[in-house]
T-cell receptor
């Protein structure tokens, strides 16, 4: 069964808008939460990642917010650009575990 | 510096046939992973190699699936008696070290397998 639940399945945002993707998990052993970006015909590429010792991590226009008590984390894409149009996957892994458990993905379309 | 490469990029086969999918990891990466991505889903773990040995093959769906990495570099995923349900994109990833997912996994573009 899927260990990480991701929503929405797809979203459309205007250029300059904010894209928000949410993920939830049940396994309390998870302590590494990366986000991957995938363009058509390409493999996923690491975008940004967070450990549970912080509640937020920002890299450029991309921010992860993490709520340990709720077992939820989210990706915010600020000032969305057409080049951000891609499928985004959240993932999770346990301490010293090499397996990544992925969400089902969110297809983001940024309209110019 | 080349990334992870996978061949072929597309493979169409008939039900019951045998297929091999190849992965060339980033040079020097000791850890190699295979994932399967079905349509509309995230990648699902299949197998993990540390060097030449399969450290964890718990994600392989059944005994029709097998993978090797004889010299600790190139890996081949082998599927016997293919079934239509095997149709998916097979992704390979490598990382400089194994043991923990925070050692970034670099993914190849995948092989799209279609079983008719």
């Amino acid at each position: 069964q899927q260990q990480v639940k991701q929503s929405p399945q797809s979203l459309i945002v205007q250029k300059g808008g904010i894209s928000i993707i949410n993920c939830a998990y049940e396994n309390t052993a998870f302590d590494y939460f990366p986000w991957y970006q995938q363009f058509p015909g390409k493999g996923p590429a690491l975008l940004i990642a967070i450990r549970p010792d912080v509640s937020e991590k920002k890299e450029g226009r991309f921010t992860i917010s993490f709520n340990k008590s709720a077992k939820q984390f989210s990706l915010h894409i600020m000032d969305s650009q057409p080049g951000d149009s891609a499928t985004y996957f959240c993932a999770a892994s346990g301490s010293n575990d090499y397996k990544l458990s992925f969400g089902a993905g969110t297809t983001v379309t940024v309209r110019a | 510096g080349a990334g992870v490469s996978q061949t072929p990029s597309n493979k169409v086969t008939e039900k019951g046939k045998y297929v091999e999918l190849r992965c060339d990891p980033i040079s020097g990466h000791t850890a190699l992973y295979w994932y399967r991505q079905s349509l509309g889903q995230g990648p699902e773990f299949l197998i993990y190699f540390q060097g030449t040995g399969a450290a964890d093959d718990s994600g392989l769906p059944n005994d029709r699936f097998f993978a090797v990495r004889p010299e600790g570099s190139v890996s081949t995923l082998k599927i016997q008696r293919t079934e239509r349900g095997d149709s998916a994109v097979y992704l390979c990833a490598s990382s400089s070290f194994g043991g923990a997912a925070y050692n970034e996994q670099f993914f190849g573009p995948g092989t799209r397998l279609t079983v008719l």
